[in-house]
């Protein structure tokens, strides 16, 4: 697993301090971006391979709000990477409950070609490459922490 503390802020929730469902998005794309640094692959490597992403198919389910001011643990649970990247993630508040899910569809977007494109083959080479203990066939149950 990989996980990230956060701080919900005043951009993060409604009028009536309750986090908003596209902040759980968001941050779930954070650590998506926290993930691919750490794996070797920066925002400035994806900006010279002239790579970005087109969000679709979030799937988001609420089971306690997140209040402003309040800490929470956000996990990524699985991600894999086909044509598709799907990320799973959830939502921790301070006493370790369970408050949210999301889960989110990504694919690779070609800023060139103005195009969805399929995984590029240098990423999936450079996933393939790492230690096997990082690599199942690009689907991991994340192993490791921030």
């Known amino acids: ?3 990230k503390n956060y701080t919900v802020t005043g951009e993060d929730v409604n009028d009536s301090m309750v986090m908003e469902t596209i902040a759980y998005t968001s941050y779930t794309l954070k650590l998506w971006y926290h993930f691919l640094f750490d794996n070797g692959i920066s925002k400035e ?4 391979l002239h790579l970005g992403f ?17 800490s929470f643990l956000i996990e990524m649970k699985h991600c894999q990477i086909d044509d ?18 999301v889960t989110k569809e990504i694919q690779w977007f070609d800023q060139i070609q103005k195009e969805v ?6 990423i999936l080479q450079h996933f ?19």
């Open 117 to 122: 494109i399929v995984t590029p083959k240098k």
């Open 1 to 3: 697993m990989i996980c």
């Open 84 to 101: 598709k990247i799907k990320i799973k993630s959830s939502f921790f508040n301070a006493k370790n409950e369970c408050c949210a899910e």
């Open 54 to 70: 087109v969000e679709e198919n979030n799937e988001f389910i609420c089971y306690k709000n997140l209040m402003f001011t309040e």
């Open 128 to 146: 393939n490459s790492r230690p096997s203990s990082m690599n199942h066939n690009t689907n991991w149950n994340l192993k490791f922490l921030y």
């Open 45 to 48: 490597k994806l900006n010279a």
